[in-house]
């Protein structure tokens, strides 16, 4: 997972752990410095060879 930043700063997260259906993941701290985010990226593999796109929900604090 990539976090890019609008100051052009980028963050990246490795999660390396199975994340199962309606489950979620651990939580990330993202620097101090580099708070406004533009957009977040993921690379992932589905379970079984599907070629299904995932669902995913980010949630934030402000």
Do not use: C, D
Not at 32 to 54: D, H, L, M, V
């Amino acid at each position: 997972m990539v976090v890019h930043f609008k100051n052009k700063q980028r963050h990246e997260i490795k999660i390396s752990a199975f994340i199962a259906r309606y489950s979620e993941s651990r939580l990330t701290h993202q620097p101090e410095e580099a708070r406004e985010i533009n957009k977040i990226t993921f690379w992932y593999y589905a379970k079984g060879g599907s070629e299904k796109a995932a669902y995913i929900t980010i949630l934030g604090k402000h």
